[in-house]
């Protein structure tokens, strides 16, 4: 058996891992300043598994990993789950409290952090509450203090036999945990999304099956691992269909233009932002990127002139849109890398084989195909719930086994879902619905814009007002009044932004996001966005 065969199926990620080396063998794994093979990597976490076992960690325990994408990142999270322990990735730019905060929510018993990142050893920044719950913090690379370093932690494998994490390993089943993202959810504080084994591996292979990965592909793995998209998406689908991952740890358009000329990258997995940095670099165009195959975003927004210029100018055959969520792992529908430029352009595909997506409109109630409503998820691709939060669980999971994402949407014609927005970014301007997402969709056809993001905004007379950010495409000009009288030309009076500001740059999380409650944090200040 193949790991690429329609058959495929392996209920576990240590089961994964074993069955990767098996097949695929000397072939890289990972590239990143050392060449690891699949045999290498699946005897490395099984190292770093069984020194887990010697420091008294056990089936159920929970691991953070606070750092960068680095091959370290990797070997460590495969450990965990080869120890039967669950894996919390943590933020890397979260602070101390933030931490502490997922820490004794999340039960963590040890961490691994980087050492020295962004100018910060990391460990300095952990609050005395966190030291005190932790039994260790094992640093990457650069180990201070009390500190563990990385080789010396990897040491005390030596006292734990391989039958001894052979007999940890065999009650893993599809069921086990696997690991706890913590994410804003649909409302309120952050909360821990409890996924298993089994839905983690088949959801990843279903992803995989639409947008065409391959092996032997080269893929730049840019979204942080400790997103869904970066590890599940870049991480765990490299593994299944034997790709060499090359990890990214920070995102600058001309080093990752750099790196596609010099490690002949064929696919990008990431959001938005990535490629059109990319494109409105001033030098784009001297940089070989022929080795480009496979581009894969999502959004809210994916302008459709993006879509163009990933396949025109950035050289991609394939080019696939998606929508997806944490609390269904990261995923939920996806075009295939084969659909036609329309479809890749303006919708994000269908829902993944095996799970039910409909739309729900105010009192429950499921709507014709075509109609417009709250997106409603139910299937194998669903969370196992909140940790330790049943009421936040039943207020995302009704008692039909839908969940409530908060996205409005529908389907198109083809079956092919169309996200116009989240129903808490939706303004109201003289009675309409405007949603911020329609709108940034239509002014992404202007052709001086390269990014936007549209807010609503209080006003006197009609309650709400759009204000667009703008960042303008290289080499063009424009100014607020012409793009606004661009807008009354190309949309309904309602939908036009009354204001709009040209930035250097919008606010983004390091996934890429935008991040649009900064932009109205400014705005109710009174201040700049740049």
């Known amino acids: 058996m ?23 063998g000397d ?39 606070w750092a960068p994408n680095t091959y370290k990142w990797v070997v460590a999270a495969l450990g965990v789950a080869s120890a039967g322990a669950v894996l919390i990735p943590v933020n890397t ?51 201070r203090g009390d500190d563990v370093a990385w080789e010396t932690f990897l040491r005390r494998a030596e006292h734990v036999s391989d039958a001894d994490l052979e007999a940890r390993i065999a009650p893993i089943t599809e069921d086990s945990l696997a690991d706890i993202l913590f994410t804003s959810g649909t409302t309120g504080r ?15 292979k279903a992803w995989i099956d639409r947008v065409g990965m391959r092996r032997g ?85 994916v302008p459709s002139v993006l879509i163009e210029r990933m396949r025109s100018d950035l050289g991609f055959s394939g080019v696939c849109n998606g929508y997806g969520l944490t609390e269904c792992g990261g995923y939920g529908a996806m075009c295939s890398h084969d659909d036609p430029s329309a479809t890749i352009a303006n919708t994000a595909g269908r829902p993944l084989p095996g799970v039910e997506m409909k739309m729900m409109d105010a009192d429950g ?74 709108i940034e969709r239509m002014l992404s056809q202007h052709p001086a814009i390269g990014q936007v993001a549209v807010i609503g905004v209080p006003d006197e007379r009609l309650g709400e007002v759009g204000r667009a950010y703008v960042m303008l495409r290289p080499g063009t000009q424009a100014d607020a009044a012409g793009i606004i ?24 999380s390091v996934q890429g996001k935008v991040l649009k409650r900064d932009l109205r944090d400014q705005f109710l200040a009174g201040g700049k966005s740049s």
């Open 2 to 24: 193949n790991l690429e065969d329609d058959d495929w199926q392996l209920a576990t990620i240590p089961a994964l891992c074993a069955r990767a080396a098996e097949i695929y």
């Open 27 to 65: 072939a890289p794994a990972i590239e990143d300043g050392v060449t690891i093979s699949f045999i290498e990597l699946d005897r490395m976490r099984r190292q770093f598994a069984r020194a887990l076992m010697a420091s008294g960690i056990e089936s159920g325990d929970r691991v953070m990993i």
């Open 93 to 143: 730019r979260f602070k101390g409290p933030e931490v502490w905060d997922l820490a004794e929510r999340g039960g963590a018993k040890l961490m691994v952090s980087v050492g020295e990142f962004l100018g910060v050893y990391y460990p300095d920044l952990l609050t005395p509450e966190t030291r005190r719950q932790l039994t260790a913090v094992v640093v990457t690379d650069g180990a």
């Open 190 to 204: 952050s909360k821990g999304v409890m996924y298993a084994h089994g839905q983690f591996l088949r959801v990843v």
């Open 217 to 301: 592909d080269r893929v730049l793995v840019i979204p942080p691992f400790f997103h869904a998209f970066g590890y599940r998406s870049g991480a765990i689908a490299s593994l299944i269909v034997g790709a060499a991952m090359l990890p990214h740890r920070t995102y600058d358009a001309e080093t990752v233009l750099n790196r596609v000329q010099r490690d002949r990258v064929t696919v990008i997995p990431g959001p938005p932002t990535i490629f059109q940095g990319m494109l409105g670099h001033a030098r784009f165009h001297e940089f070989d990127r022929s080795s480009l195959r496979l581009g894969i975003t999502g959004a809210a927004v």
């Open 365 to 438: 109630k499921i709507v014709p195909d075509g109609e417009t409503g709250e997106v409603v998820i139910r299937g194998y691709i669903v969370m196992k719930g909140y940790f330790n939060d049943p009421d936040a669980t039943a207020r995302t999971i009704d008692a039909n086994g839908w969940l409530h994402t908060g996205d409005i949407g529908r389907f198109d014609a083809g079956g092919n879902l169309i996200i116009e927005d989240r129903l808490k970014d939706m303004f109201i301007t003289g009675g309409f619905n405007c949603y911020p997402a329609e």
């Open 485 to 508: 009288a661009w807008s009354r030309q190309n949309m309904a009076n309602f939908k036009v932004p009354r204001s709009v500001e040209i930035v250097a740059a919008l606010p983004t």
